[in-house]
């Protein structure tokens, strides 16, 4: 089976902290890919990275950075000096050979001012 | 370029009433799909349009929900009856042949089911 697990439901912080954002998933496929979408009050999903299972290397863009680790089957996400406009409710999600996306159940992250 | 546009933004209907969304994706994207977000939850794929064919309907509850793409470009998805578990809200989405991988959503239609 295959499945997302986001095991924070709710995260709060005061802005400038760093806060990360766990994912861990399952899959029997070897080639699959790793999603984190961002979706804010507004309701659309905002893509914010995308990762193919034989690319471990982790990757920073700006202030978020990703950890992929696949000997744990986690796909980490860190917000670095977090600011408001990050509030909002973040998914992993995982797309097998199927091509089917499924969705972690998501956590919300308040940065509070 | 325009995002995916999705109409109505908010729907309230009684339960055993019957309701319609549309979907207009991104010029150019070939793939169009329906998600279903219950509150609380991640977001589900009910359907997967490749141009004007059906590639997964797997998860659709097909004896209450139907959807179309006659012409390959927009899409309806319709709910007859509707039932009190179908309050969610209905995400659109769509990608492009070169680069499948990456979905743009709509701000989908929230659905109330009285």
């Known amino acids: 089976a295959q499945k997302v697990t986001q095991a924070q439901t709710e995260i709060s912080v005061v802005e400038k902290e760093d806060v990360t954002l766990d994912c861990v998933y399952e899959?029997?496929?070897?080639?699959?890919?790793l999603f984190w979408y961002k979706q804010p009050p507004s309701g659309e999903l905002v893509f914010l990275i995308r990762r193919n299972s034989f690319d471990e290397q982790n990757e920073i863009s700006g202030r978020y950075s990703w950890n992929f680790q696949k000997s744990t089957s986690s796909f980490n996400f860190t917000i670095t000096a977090s600011q408001v406009v990050d509030s909002a409710v973040y998914f992993c999600a995982l797309r097998s050979n199927t091509g089917k996306l499924i969705f972690g159940q998501g956590t919300t992250l308040q940065v509070k001012p | 370029e325009a995002g995916v546009a999705q109409s109505p933004r908010y729907k309230i209907i009684e339960k055993r009433q019957s309701v319609a969304f549309w979907c207009n994706p991104i010029?150019?994207?070939?793939?169009l799909y329906w998600y279903q977000q219950i509150l609380g939850q991640g977001p589900k794929l009910l359907i997967q349009?490749?141009?004007?064919?059906?590639?997964?309907d797997s998860q659709l509850p097909k004896d209450r929900f139907s959807a179309e793409r006659l012409k390959g470009v927009d899409s309806t998805l319709k709910i007859q009856p509707a039932k009190l578990e179908d309050s969610a809200v209905y995400l659109c989405?769509?990608?492009?042949?070169?680069?499948?991988?990456?979905?743009?959503f709509g701000s989908g239609t929230q659905l109330s089911v009285l």
């Open positions: 010029s150019g994207h070939a793939t």
């Open positions: 989405a769509s990608s492009h042949r070169a680069d499948n991988e990456k979905l743009f």
């Open positions: 899959t029997r496929d070897t080639t699959y890919y």
């Open positions: 349009f490749q141009n004007n064919g059906v590639v997964d």
